[in-house]
């Protein structure tokens, strides 16, 4: 059993994790810094989802130095195209697209593997001096004047100034920390699986919108795609414990003949979805990252790009507190970080709900509506570059440096 003390102790070794302890840790140099992960060593290697990660995310992760690692594996957005229909319908009409570049040169995201971007900021803590700890989950959080102190299962106590919970969606540290939640369930589960397909994506992503959720299709390097497959719970789950036939046969009548002959790679997995809202982002000595503050439905694709705002916003708030002699842990300075982040949170929560809503069903009268209102835009440039300008995620002069590319 032993006591080790530091700075900024973050829980959660995934990318908003890791991140935030990076991005602490560059621009300030002088802070002790220690990320505590709890999952079993290296499991993080069989994670084979990937993840779109809009043009500020990657600003961000340029600033921290491991974009150029990334990039050889990352895969442009090239262009988008929406479509409505059902799966017996013969033809699906494609009433919304748009072009994938903010700026020439800069598509408004990429597809990149998980397995790669946390391979990057793991080799990147390690190098500028991040200690990990991989560590039994913890047991119990205590928090007083002076210092927050993580008790793990297995008896050791880290204490800092300030803790940091990026532990997911289901987060351990936000319950310790008696954080309520606000959480709608919407009955859906997303299959998460990568298929080989015959032609060339060009880069192009897909998100059908079918009664029972959406169906994206995300282009990856090479001749393959990530699906995000939204079917009601009991459905997806079993269709991921239905054989490779039965499996293949219903993901090709979603899919479409388009992209030739499909191949299912690796494994199949189904996720619960629904929406989870933190009451408090802070308490004293304690701030909330990534799906532990929020998991959103991924019918926007913004669940990862919300987190990396997390990491700029509460990075640019402690450190520029540290260099002015604050208290790095106290209310008053993480209530900056959280008044920055609550109402982009609230707005992404709140858009992604209404849209789940408005097109995971089959009600005709709806359906004419939303239709009418994608065609609607599909028509209207400037609505269309606001719309990839808010998926791009850079913000205004009044945003964290770091998605826009520059240094804290």
């Known amino acids: 059993m032993t006591k080790q003390t530091m700075d900024i102790l973050v829980c959660g070794g995934g990318y908003v994790g890791l991140s935030a302890a990076v991005a602490l840790k560059l621009a300030g140099p002088s802070l ?10 290296e499991v993080w290697r069989k994670d084979q989802r990937a993840s779109a990660v809009a043009a500020g995310a990657r600003r961000l992760l340029s600033q921290l130095g491991v974009w150029n690692e990334i990039e050889a594996e990352a895969q442009p957005i090239n262009e988008m195209i929406v479509t409505d229909s059902r799966t017996s319908d013969p033809v699906r009409p494609v009433f919304l697209t748009f072009g994938g570049e903010i700026e020439d040169g800069e598509p408004f ?12 900021l793991r080799r990147k803590a390690e190098e500028i001096g991040v200690r990990i700890h991989q560590s039994t989950p913890a047991s119990g959080l205590e928090i007083d004047e002076h210092e927050a102190r993580v008790e793990t299962a297995g008896g050791d106590t880290l204490a800092a100034r300030l803790v940091v919970a990026a532990d997911g969606v289901k987060s351990r540290m936000r319950d310790m920390a008696g954080i309520k939640t606000q959480h709608w369930d919407y009955g859906q589960s997303g299959i998460v699986t990568t298929v080989a397909h015959e032609r060339p994506h060009h880069g192009r992503a897909e998100e059908h919108f079918m009664p029972s959720g959406p169906f994206a299709i995300l282009p990856l390097s090479g001749n393959r795609s990530s699906l995000v497959w939204t079917e009601r719970t009991a459905d997806a789950e079993r269709l991921v414990n239905e054989d490779d036939f039965i499996f293949e046969a219903e993901l090709e009548r979603r899919f479409g003949h388009h992209l030739g002959e499909l191949r299912v790679e690796g494994g199949r997995r189904a996720f619960p979805l629904g929406l989870t809202l933190a009451r408090d982002f802070v308490k ?27 990491v700029a916003a509460l990075a640019e708030t402690v450190v520029e507190a540290n260099r002015l002699g604050l208290d790095i842990g106290s209310l ?17 929560g709140v858009t992604s709900d209404l849209l789940t809503r ?22 209207m440039p400037g609505m269309k570059r606001y719309f990839i300008g808010q998926a791009a995620g850079i913000p205004d002069a009044s945003g964290p440096r770091l998605l826009r590319g520059e240094s804290i």
């Open 358 to 379: 408005m097109f995971s069903n089959d009600f005709t009268p709806l359906r004419m509506v939303r239709d009418f209102g994608l065609s609607l835009v599909d028509r």
């Open 332 to 348: 008053a300075v993480l209530e900056r970080y959280q008044t920055w982040r609550r109402f982009d949170t609230v707005r992404m």
């Open 109 to 120: 995201a990429h597809m990149v593997a998980n397995v790669t971007m946390v391979g990057a």
């Open 284 to 310: 004293p000595r304690f701030a909330l990252a990534g799906d532990a503050a929020h998991g959103i439905h991924p019918i926007a694709g913004q669940g990862l790009n919300l987190g990396f705002r997390d």
């Open 32 to 41: 002790e810094i220690a990320v505590i992960d709890a999952a079993p060593p």
